[in-house]
């Protein structure tokens, strides 16, 4: 059967009083490599049924890969079943309405080692560069496609085609001694540039050379895209608006009430999320395969548009279900698959942000990322792949890793200067958000707790 033919079979099949049927199409084709040799190459194929059946105001949801046609009608009994037994759901509300995707019909087309058409020669001559460098290259390129129909019996007939790609560059002295590390985010490959990249890992492995060692302490510190996605995201997620409302949060007030509003930046900083973001576009409606404190399979289907959770430096919007919007009297505003930040415009490169410094640090990337405490958002973590000291608007070295605690809404409102922002590929959280837009940052006393021994 089709995906299509699945999603109309079983919303026939199931006795439940709604039904919702989701199925998700998906295919990856990758590269990996390792010492500049290309090591293993392959593509891969795979289908998921999700069957999200309502009886009254329960709830039964049965997730199953690779479904037979045969075994379709046991998948909807068994969410039928889930459905009649289960208590009665918190967040139940109708369904969303009747609504028809205009390429509904169209065949999933799955994503092919093709993809790599363009990239992989260049991968090959960069390859070839850092030989010739004396480096040594690692990491892996995947290109995911996937897409996803949804059905229901109020009438819902939606699609979406999501393709995720990402590169990820190691490059390493041929002692092991030194590394760096650049990562990219990207929908087709044909974006990507091999060369800049190798360019730039070659550039820090030069400035590794220099080994200074320098003790914990608070440090003027550059923050690039790429980690400022990483802290940015944990805040997104952590923006649950039934939490907050619950004082669990750094986003709560008092009786039940939320910071929204409220300034948490004195730069006019925006966080927002939009489906039609260029470069990142995404789902432009819910899709909830399961339930939870920040999404509900009742709203599968609802339409997602531009919205700011931060704007002009204000919390401006939590992340909200029709439920928990009623129970915080605030609009509804379900969470977007990317995130974008952006100063008050005209900001500088991380490169003129370099060259301004008189001294501070220069961050690759963090890793390794855990909450502390939830009511300050406090993180802690490590540095990864290549601190470097900036004197006089230079690079002077590589100094020693260490651990962070630092909260990014604490950040927020310290920093002082927002760079220019671009597209960057979050290191911590690439294997579950990689749509993201992000500038570099400069904080005046970053929080490095500790000398990290990590290498």
Known sequence: MTPQET????????????????????????????????????????????????????????????????????????????????PPAEDARPLVGAAVSPDWDAPAEPTTIGVFGDFAPALGEAF?????????????????????????????????????????????????????WAGVATRDFTDVDVAALDATLARRLEWAKRRIDLPPGRYETLIPPSSVADLMIYLYWSAGARDAADGRTVFSKPDGATRVGESLSG???????????????????????????????????????????IHDGSLSALLQTRHSAELTGLATTPGIDNLIMAGP????????????????????CLWYIREVDPQSLLLTGLTRDGVYLVERGEVVGEV????????????????????????????????????????????????????????
């Not at 593509?43 to 075994?71: C, E, H, K, N, W």
């Not at 909830?288 to 509900?296: C, E, F, K, L, N």
């Not at 005209?346 to 220069?362: D, H």
Request: charged share 25%; proline share 5%.
């Open 7 to 86: 999603v109309e079979r079983a919303l026939a099949l199931s006795g439940a009083d709604d039904c919702v049927v989701i199925v998700d199409e998906g295919s990856a084709a990758n590269l990996r490599y390792a010492g500049n040799t290309l090591t293993t190459n392959g593509v891969s194929r795979s289908s998921r049924l999700t069957v999200i059946s309502v009886t009254g105001r329960g709830v039964g949801v049965v997730s199953r890969s690779a479904v037979r046609p045969d075994q379709l009608a046991d998948v909807v009994a068994a969410a039928d079943l889930a459905s009649r037994e289960a």
């Open 267 to 309: 730069s006019p900083v925006r966080l927002y999320s939009d489906p039609a973001a260029r470069g990142i576009e995404c789902a432009p409606f819910v899709i909830a395969h399961a339930g939870g404190r920040q999404r509900s399979v009742f709203d599968n289907g609802l339409p997602l548009s531009s919205t700011d959770w």
């Open 400 to 455: 020693n890793n260490f651990r962070f605690n630092e909260s990014p809404v604490g950040l927020l409102d310290r920093m002082t200067e927002v760079g220019r922002e671009e597209q960057t590929l979050p290191r911590e959280w690439s294997d579950y958000f990689t749509r993201a837009i992000m500038p570099p940052v400069r904080v005046p006393d970053f929080n490095m707790s500790t000398v990290s021994q990590a290498n």
């Open 128 to 180: 070839a560069v850092a030989e010739t460098g004396d480096r040594k290259l690692y990491g892996f390129a995947e290109h995911l496609l996937t897409t996803t129909f949804l059905g229901s019996s109020t009438g819902l007939r939606l699609r979406h085609d999501q393709p995720t790609g990402r590169l990820e560059l190691n490059a390493k002295s041929p002692d092991m001694a030194r590394s760096a």
């Open 345 to 364: 415009g005209g900001g500088r490169s991380l490169e003129e942000m370099v060259a301004s410094t008189e001294r501070g640090l220069l961050l690759t």
